[in-house]
């Protein structure tokens, strides 16, 4: 078959590879329809996120047809059209039973390596370097689905596959910022950055009720996709994002601060070519502009939620803020599982369609000009979806 | 999805303090090796127990171990894989044996290596599993022999053991081990 391998920075190929097998008895094999590139691809793509290996076959969101079920598959049969999640939860752990799907025990066959970095290990995930598990991913014609019978989500016909193809990630990763930080009506919400995961962000902070999304990018193209979705907008390049959410908060500042940035936030000023030399030095490994500047806009009491991509360490966090302003935390991988009925019952509802964050669809022959082009943000490049 | 990470040498930095953590007491003049690790696993103390007690089942959970057979009542003969494809053997005796909670045994005279270990389940409070803890001691005796069973388990016992318990648990808990072994890649 063919797949899209990495081998080093900014080298990204397509090659035919053996097609993948079964190898447990709870796999099944996907002929994937669709399949897209993430922000945090990105991440891998610029070479930010260790234990890759040359050949590794990338991709963590996407849907297809079932080709092939294991014996321990009795859920599942050939033909089934389904969206996988990008989190692997094995569903009999103490985490997986408790909803927490990307904290699962059991699916990371390379746990030792992430135990050593986190103290645990979270859930293994498609395509996404050998700490994370090391898995195959789906920007391939075909992959492997491990523990098939929990993962996999038959979608209904009456949906298309643009329509439930982000199910696998960044809608429930955007909507799971929103809805751990308790927005239950009435609230101002602020969400830094306005890619794919902060638009889903915006559009599910105000389906949770809050009366105001404010939203902060630079990009102009993602700023009116986030104005089309229902938020006020600050461009930082234009105006102090500090000076302008006073303004628009009346002083008080947001109830929710949304981090949908990571560890690639484009910082500002001092601070902002510090964590970029830092970074570059790997003695930190995130940029954490946005993160700082989200725990200083917060109103007192309020909650921070941080969707956004951190991994190893960041500096100068301030603590002092966050802890005399009694602040909550929210954070973590998206628990994918969890969100697929509800969200896809929104969809079927009408209250969103997520296909409104595509802006380019390329073969999966041409990914590698997808990636280039989604880094650098050309051509107004918001989502890549690709077609085998 | 939200990520991750840190450099490479920050992997190596977590596993050096993960491994230095547990440093075994040894003096130069004692030769023994204790080992011990924990898991939590998402199934009662009986369960576990039952599947420990059957000995011939555990060289499916130990990697170390070729084979185990029980002979009478309490006893059994044990043989473990050593390098260069040969092996070593003991008979031993079950010390202990309270069902559900802990399962002892100790090498008897004449065994190639003496040693003693003890597998113990304790429920954990409010409905969070079972911590399942191994003991393993081992004193390796002097010369060629020794030095084969020095790598016995290789050069991080521990770590061994512990990856032992994790397939261990996560037959228990999935009835599969998670791999990616024989997946496709772009490596020619
Ligand atoms: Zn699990
Ligand atoms: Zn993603």
């Given at each position: 078959m063919k797949a899209l391998c990495w081998y080093g920075r900014g080298d990204v190929r397509v090659e035919r590879v053996p097609d993948p097998e079964l190898l447990n008895p709870r796999d099944a094999i996907v002929k994937v329809t669709r399949t897209a590139i993430c922000g945090s691809d990105l991440h891998l793509y610029d070479a930010y996120i260790p234990t890759m290996r040359k050949g590794d076959i990338l991709g963590h969101e996407f849907m297809g047809e079932v080709v092939e079920v294991g014996s321990g598959v009795d859920n599942l049969a050939v033909g089934d059209r389904v969206v996988v999640p990008f989190p692997i939860a094995c569903g009999g752990c103490y985490f997986c039973q408790n909803d927490l799907w990307s904290l699962c025990d059991n699916s990371n066959p390379n746990a030792r390596l992430a135990e050593a970095l986190f103290g645990h290990a979270p859930a293994g995930i498609f395509g996404y370097s050998h700490l994370m598990g090391g898995y195959a991913g789906g920007q391939a014609e075909y992959v492997r689905v491990p523990f098939a019978d929990v993962g996999p989500f038959k979608v209904p016909e009456s949906v298309s596959d643009d329509q439930v193809l982000f199910l696998t990630d960044i809608f429930p990763t955007g909507y799971q910022a929103a809805e751990v930080a308790g927005i239950s009506g009435g609230e101002t919400v602020a969400v830094w950055g306005c890619g794919p995961v902060g638009q889903f962000a915006i559009r599910s902070a105000l389906m949770l009720g809050a009366e105001r999304v404010i939203a902060i990018d630079r990009v102009p193209e993602r700023l009116e996709m986030a104005k089309q979705g229902g938020a006020e907008v600050i461009n930082y390049e234009e105006v102090s994002s500090r000076d302008a959410l006073t303004a628009l908060t009346g002083g008080r500042g947001p109830d929710v601060c949304i981090e949908a940035v990571g560890m690639e936030a484009h910082g500002m000023g001092a601070a902002g070519v510090y964590d970029r030399l830092k970074q570059e030095l790997k003695v930190e490994t995130g940029r954490p502009h946005a993160l700082r500047e989200a725990i200083l806009a917060c109103r007192k009491g309020g909650v921070v939620s941080v969707a956004g991509v951190f991994g190893g360490f960041i500096d100068k966090l301030p603590m002092g803020a966050a802890f005399n302003k009694g602040l909550t935390f929210k954070m973590g991988q998206t628990h994918v599982h969890r969100y697929l009925k509800p969200l896809l019952a929104r969809i079927e509802e009408g209250?969103?369609?997520?296909?409104?964050?595509?802006?380019h669809r390329l073969a999966l022959d041409d990914a590698p000009a997808g990636y280039k082009m989604f880094r650098d943000k050309h051509d107004g490049c918001v989502k890549v979806v690709l077609q085998p | 999805m939200t990520l991750l990470v840190a450099g490479a040498a920050l992997v190596g930095l977590g596993v050096a303090v993960a491994l230095g953590a547990r440093a075994r007491s040894r003096t130069p003049n004692d030769r023994r090796i204790r080992i011990e690790q924990h898991v939590t696993i998402n199934r009662s103390p009986e369960e576990l127990y039952r599947v420990w007690r059957n000995l011939e089942g555990l060289p499916q959970i130990m990697r170390h171990l070729e084979s185990v057979s029980e002979l009478t009542e309490g006893r059994s003969r044990w043989t473990a894989k050593a390098p260069l494809g040969q092996s070593v053997s003991w008979e031993a005796e079950i010390t202990q044996d309270l069902p559900g909670q802990i399962i002892a045994w100790r090498s008897l005279a004449g065994a190639d290596v003496k040693n003693a270990g003890s597998v113990s389940f304790t429920a954990l409070p409010g409905a969070r599993g079972t911590d399942l803890k191994v003991v393993l001691a081992y004193e390796p005796p002097a010369g060629k022999v020794g030095a084969a069973l020095a790598k016995l388990f290789g050069e991080e016992p521990e770590m061994q053991l512990r990856e032992d318990l994790r397939r261990f648990k996560q037959r228990m808990e999935t009835g599969e081990v998670a791999t990616t072994e024989g997946q496709p890649s772009g490596r020619a």
């Amino acid at each position: 078959m063919k797949a899209l391998c990495w081998y080093g920075r900014g080298d990204v190929r397509v090659e035919r590879v053996p097609d993948p097998e079964l190898l447990n008895p709870r796999d099944a094999i996907v002929k994937v329809t669709r399949t897209a590139i993430c922000g945090s691809d990105l991440h891998l793509y610029d070479a930010y996120i260790p234990t890759m290996r040359k050949g590794d076959i990338l991709g963590h969101e996407f849907m297809g047809e079932v080709v092939e079920v294991g014996s321990g598959v009795d859920n599942l049969a050939v033909g089934d059209r389904v969206v996988v999640p990008f989190p692997i939860a094995c569903g009999g752990c103490y985490f997986c039973q408790n909803d927490l799907w990307s904290l699962c025990d059991n699916s990371n066959p390379n746990a030792r390596l992430a135990e050593a970095l986190f103290g645990h290990a979270p859930a293994g995930i498609f395509g996404y370097s050998h700490l994370m598990g090391g898995y195959a991913g789906g920007q391939a014609e075909y992959v492997r689905v491990p523990f098939a019978d929990v993962g996999p989500f038959k979608v209904p016909e009456s949906v298309s596959d643009d329509q439930v193809l982000f199910l696998t990630d960044i809608f429930p990763t955007g909507y799971q910022a929103a809805e751990v930080a308790g927005i239950s009506g009435g609230e101002t919400v602020a969400v830094w950055g306005c890619g794919p995961v902060g638009q889903f962000a915006i559009r599910s902070a105000l389906m949770l009720g809050a009366e105001r999304v404010i939203a902060i990018d630079r990009v102009p193209e993602r700023l009116e996709m986030a104005k089309q979705g229902g938020a006020e907008v600050i461009n930082y390049e234009e105006v102090s994002s500090r000076d302008a959410l006073t303004a628009l908060t009346g002083g008080r500042g947001p109830d929710v601060c949304i981090e949908a940035v990571g560890m690639e936030a484009h910082g500002m000023g001092a601070a902002g070519v510090y964590d970029r030399l830092k970074q570059e030095l790997k003695v930190e490994t995130g940029r954490p502009h946005a993160l700082r500047e989200a725990i200083l806009a917060c109103r007192k009491g309020g909650v921070v939620s941080v969707a956004g991509v951190f991994g190893g360490f960041i500096d100068k966090l301030p603590m002092g803020a966050a802890f005399n302003k009694g602040l909550t935390f929210k954070m973590g991988q998206t628990h994918v599982h969890r969100y697929l009925k509800p969200l896809l019952a929104r969809i079927e509802e009408g209250a969103i369609d997520p296909s409104f964050v595509i802006t380019h669809r390329l073969a999966l022959d041409d990914a590698p000009a997808g990636y280039k082009m989604f880094r650098d943000k050309h051509d107004g490049c918001v989502k890549v979806v690709l077609q085998p | 999805m939200t990520l991750l990470v840190a450099g490479a040498a920050l992997v190596g930095l977590g596993v050096a303090v993960a491994l230095g953590a547990r440093a075994r007491s040894r003096t130069p003049n004692d030769r023994r090796i204790r080992i011990e690790q924990h898991v939590t696993i998402n199934r009662s103390p009986e369960e576990l127990y039952r599947v420990w007690r059957n000995l011939e089942g555990l060289p499916q959970i130990m990697r170390h171990l070729e084979s185990v057979s029980e002979l009478t009542e309490g006893r059994s003969r044990w043989t473990a894989k050593a390098p260069l494809g040969q092996s070593v053997s003991w008979e031993a005796e079950i010390t202990q044996d309270l069902p559900g909670q802990i399962i002892a045994w100790r090498s008897l005279a004449g065994a190639d290596v003496k040693n003693a270990g003890s597998v113990s389940f304790t429920a954990l409070p409010g409905a969070r599993g079972t911590d399942l803890k191994v003991v393993l001691a081992y004193e390796p005796p002097a010369g060629k022999v020794g030095a084969a069973l020095a790598k016995l388990f290789g050069e991080e016992p521990e770590m061994q053991l512990r990856e032992d318990l994790r397939r261990f648990k996560q037959r228990m808990e999935t009835g599969e081990v998670a791999t990616t072994e024989g997946q496709p890649s772009g490596r020619a």
